[in-house]
């Protein structure tokens, strides 16, 4: 789209009131300018903004779904020319929002100042050349992802979904390990590209006054950094037990499987054979080690297909779930402008995204769809950032987010919890019910996915703080992310890696820049917000038996929270639905208490080592 010119004007207007203001603020000192002068210039700033940010962001917005949606040396270099004027100005107005947040202003303001100085994930040295040069290597590192492909010898190229579909399905361990290798072969060329975007994005930081980039990622949850760091640390620490638990009995499985050859009894698991390219989630695997006489006896990518299900229909049922709660149905133009099905014809980013292009009702959501049970809870996952958006699209412009990152990956997985057998029946997918007794099978499908996820969650941006604080050396990439791999999650790589290989990069997020701690946030609120919009809807069985569809009182809650966008911090979001303003990860172990025993008991009746 062409950029109008009164668009480019208020900009540089609004660039240059803010170095007028920082010169006047510079003065205050000989009392000159009275501090209600200050206060006043210092709304005047807020309020300019606000302003041209929202404007600002719409370019931004068009220009990343065109180029994401339609990746070529054209599109890569408009995006990066808009995403550059973008950083400068963001980097600009948090120069000077530095400045203004000494003064008696409302809360409001105070809290919009302090999020226009730390809500950069990428920025910029002041100097415009490197500003280009940030620009474009983001840009190139967004698109090798996008275009990524593996080919095998017979000359058939697949894509990322479809590789990932191959490492969910497939119990061949050469097949899994050959695509495993050959989809990190891409992330090689981004190794140079990411050591440079880390030193110009750490440059950006100490611009803004921050140690380094680590510190303004951590900046973000209305604590100090070293103390959000510490919450990660305590949540982790309470979730570990039932971690270790369920990673020995998986290996116990996997070892009866596959044989000592493949995967040992004790140590890390190899990584190629947890259903997953990344082995970050493991509901693929359920099958292989379901327990035997307390299977549910269904599948959902079995029932979606028995029913006739596309990629449409899966999309119009999720919704239906959100309009159960007594939200609004999505506007016609979700359906017209959304990508939901890979196109033939063009290298599009796959990674399934959700997007608010205006700010206002403009949302949609950007994903090549498999039609699998996995997909169809991603699928919730991303409408749940699409009403989120809608509901805070009244705030003014900064408060126009999540009340933290974690939140807003939160929201569609919460509603996806309610995906229950009842539901299932409910909505026609399922006939019968599985009893009770069927409780652990269904407990251990969803902890696979769930609990499995929580220390990649934490792990992917344990490694990328120690990148930026330089703790991690360039020299030592590969090798600093296999010993966290190992740390955290109890895996290992399959095969012997070195430092030519870069396989972070092959991780959407690490070329995407996309701060990755929200998920693990998300993992951990989630199973909060269920138990309370549970009680809520005045359920009284098993939480994990609970679905709350159809219960508007729920959904009025949950819309209260979601309407406030990051107008008030976290903790105060949190309180609106859950009472409580810490976050705790006993509604995890809450939630998997009766899997924790049933694994213990398996655990020990096969003498099993746990530990790695
Ligand atoms: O990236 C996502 C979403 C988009 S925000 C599909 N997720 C993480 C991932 O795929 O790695 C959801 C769960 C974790
Ligand atoms: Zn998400």
């Known amino acids: 789209m062409k950029l109008s010119t009164a668009r480019l004007s208020k900009i540089s207007l609004l660039v240059g009131l803010t170095l007028a203001a920082t010169a006047c603020q510079k003065v205050q000192s000989d009392e000159t300018v009275s501090a209600q002068t200050s206060v006043a210039e210092a709304e005047q700033f807020i ?45 600009k107005l948090a120069t000077v929002a530095a400045n203004y ?28 050349k490197k500003n280009a040069e940030l620009a474009s290597i983001s840009s190139e590192l967004n698109g090798l992802y996008g275009k990524g492909k593996y080919c095998f010898d017979d000359g058939r190229c697949l894509t ?17 390990l050959e695509v495993w290798k050959g989809w990190r072969d891409i992330a090689k060329p981004m190794r140079p590209l990411f050591k440079r975007e880390v030193e110009l994005a750490n440059e950006g930081a100490r611009d803004l006054g921050y140690a380094d980039l680590s510190e303004l990622w951590r900046s973000q949850y209305d604590m100090e950094p070293d103390e959000f760091s510490n919450e990660l640390d305590r949540l982790w620490g309470q979730v570990k037990p ?29 990584a190629h054979l947890l259903g997953n390219m990344w082995a970050q989630s493991w509901g693929n695997i359920y099958n292989q080690v379901a327990p035997e006489d307390a299977d549910p006896g269904y599948d959902v ?7 006739g299900y596309d990629e449409i229909k899966m999309v119009k049922q999720a919704e239906s779930f959100f309009s159960s709660l007594g939200f609004e149905p999505l506007p016609d133009t979700f359906w017209e402008r959304s990508l939901f099905v890979q196109p033939k014809d063009r290298d599009v980013v796959c990674h399934a995204s959700a997007w608010a292009l205006d700010d206002k009702d403009d949302i949609r959501i950007k994903m ?15 409408l749940g950032h699409n009403y989120y958006q809608r509901a805070y699209k009244n705030q003014p412009f900064i408060f126009k987010n999540s009340a933290n990152d974690g939140f807003h990956e939160a929201i569609g997985d919460t509603v996806a919890l309610s995906i229950t057998p009842n539901y299932l029946k409910q909505i026609g997918l399922l006939d019968e019910v599985p009893d009770a007794s069927k409780d652990i ?66 991780k959407y997020h690490v070329p995407g820049n996309v701060p990755y701690t929200r998920y693990f946030l998300a993992h951990i609120l989630q199973f909060q ?68 025993t049933w694994l213990n008991e398996q655990n020990s009746q096969a003498n099993r080592q746990c530990g790695w």
């Open 242 to 270: 039932l971690y270790d638990s369920l990673h020995c009995y998986v290996r116990g499985e996997l070892n009866e499987k596959y044989g000592d050859d493949v995967v040992s009894k004790q140590g890390p698991i190899p």
């Open 529 to 596: 917000f269920h138990k309370a919009l549970c009680d809520i809807a005045g359920d009284k069985g098993p939480v994990h038996r609970c679905s709350i569809y159809g219960n508007k009182d729920a959904g009025t809650k949950l819309n209260t929270m979601l309407e406030m966008g990051q107008s008030q911090p976290w903790p105060e979001a949190l309180a609106v639905v859950t009472g409580s303003k810490e976050m705790d990860a006993n509604a995890v172990l809450d939630y998997f208490a009766p899997l924790q």
């Open 160 to 176: 990322q979904p479809e590789l990932s579909a191959i490492m969910g399905e497939s119990q061949d361990p050469a097949l899994l």
């Open 441 to 506: 099978g269904l407990l251990l499908k969803q902890a696979l996915d769930k609990v499995a996820f929580m220390p990649f969650g934490l792990m992917i941006d344990q490694w990328r703080w120690k990148v930026f604080s330089g703790e991690i050396t360039p020299e030592q990439y590969n090798q600093a992310w296999w010993e966290l791999r190992e740390k955290y999650q109890g895996v290992k790589s399959p095969i012997s890696r070195d430092e030519k290989d870069f396989d972070p990069g092959a």
């Open 368 to 382: 090549c769809i498999q039609k699998t049970a996995e997909d169809f809870t991603v699928i919730h996952h991303e």
């Open 47 to 91: 309020t300019q903004s606000e302003q041209a940010l929202s404007e600002l962001s719409i370019e931004v917005n068009r220009s990343e779904w065109i180029y994401s949606n339609f990746i070529t040396e054209d599109t890569a270099a408009l995006s990066a020319s808009v995403g550059e004027k973008y950083t400068a100005t963001t980097v």
């Open 301 to 307: 990518t079995e029932l979606l297909a028995q029913h």
């Open 101 to 128: 947040t000494q003064l008696p202003l409302s809360a409001d303001n105070l809290r919009k100042l302090n999020i226009l100085r730390s809500a950069l994930v990428l920025p910029a040295p002041l100097d415009p």
